[in-house]
DNA sequence: TAGATTGTTAATCGATTAACAATC
DNA sequence: TAGATTGTTAATCGATTAACAATC
């Protein structure tokens, strides 16, 4: 439903979107022009319009746009009501927040399972989810239709299973190493998520401000 | 020393490069040319060229970049040699994950306090920095010389924290609220990290695909 | 109807890519 | 010197901004 090649720039803007329609909603307000919307956000009205208008028009002349009507339809175009079973790799310190971050359910996707290396976590369990080994992992996607992995390990760990998580059918990874897997495969959805580039970003930030 | 107005997308690949360029010297690898770094890093050489001349010419014509040489220089562009204390507020799962991340000492970045408002978490430690109530923010910045503050607490709890923290003098913030602080102060730098917007463009990108 | 605000086209601006002279 | 590769200018491409007709 949603148009091809809608631009990277585009796409990221709109969950800060759906963010901002979703608090709106919440306190109440029913609805919102571009102009307005565009204040909160620290945006312009043109390219609010603009970007909703890669997706369709769902704003009314005159009026505006109805800020449960838009919030809902964002939420469609991010794909937020398309349920998703998720495994998470890696329970170290990074891999708990993650797993205990339950606010991920909301944008439909379910931890459903997670996996370790380290022999002394196994049995425990994460928010009632038990930690299973790394060798069960074929299994386990092939029982459970999984379809996205979190990937909360080192690198090289990363590197050394990939082609095991490929082969069993996964093709959308939210990555928070530094393997890069999109190099690797080609037919696979990768959101990386690198903090340390985030750090970076901060300090020469903090330098250019001196 | 950078040059004012080198655009945010420069920026933001500056620490990608300084990630491929540590990982090329620790193989031991001396030189390399904009065409095999592009080639690596899936970019093109021209991009490569044109982003380093925003802060000067590290190339030598006819052989390339010294590894090393390039990767020093832009870890004094990304200020990395420039040490920062900074302290971290709300010690929750993402708390504890970012404070047991030992690298980001390696950026320059030294943790040296967190706080908590939760009063049964007061007393412990994580990685031997002892948790403190939140009541004690504003002597302890101004005894030692914090500059940077990581928010891992909720956007409500920033919201009411952000300006004891603005008052004791910290201008530098690695955001990972949805509290937008760059709206109520302008002259502060923060770095924001929103995971729940990573993961909705994982979602959308998956919708994509199918 | 008049006012408001969208959807959309046109104009501008900036970023990326290509080309090539400089030079190691 | 010849080959390689940079630094930098020029050309292209795409994204943002501005303008305005359409319309609620």
């Known amino acids: 439903m949603p148009k091809e090649g809608v631009s990277i720039q585009v796409i990221r803007r709109l969950p800060r979107y759906y963010r901002y329609l979703s ?19 620290n945006s312009t009205a043109s390219q609010i ?26 939420g469609k175009i991010l794909g937020l009501d398309q349920p998703h079973n998720m495994i998470l790799i890696g329970a170290g310190n990074l891999g708990k927040a993650i797993a205990t971050h339950l606010s991920f359910e909301k944008l439909g996707f379910k931890l459903t399972a997670i996996f370790e290396k380290d022999e002394k976590l196994i049995g425990t369990t994460l928010r009632d989810i038990e930690i299973m080994p790394d060798d069960r992992i074929e299994d386990y996607v092939k029982e459970n239709q999984i379809d996205t992995a979190v990937l909360t390990m080192p690198k090289e760990a990363v590197k050394k299973m990939i082609d095991k998580l490929y082969d069993c059918g996964i093709r959308s990874y939210w990555n928070f190493s530094h393997y890069d897997i999109s190099k690797k495969y080609l037919d696979v959805t990768v959101e990386n998520v690198h903090l ?10 903090m330098n250019q401000s001196d």
Not at 196 to 205: A, E, K, P, W
């Open 23 to 41: 608090e709106l909603d919440s306190e109440g307000i029913e609805k919102i022009s571009s102009t307005k919307l565009a204040s909160m956000m």
């Open 49 to 74: 319009r603009q970007d909703l208008n890669c997706f369709g028009g769902f704003g009314q002349q005159g009026y505006g746009y109805s800020v449960a009507g838009l919030r809902s339809e964002i």
């Open 196 to 205: 340390s580039d985030s750090l970076m970003t901060l300090s020469y930030m």
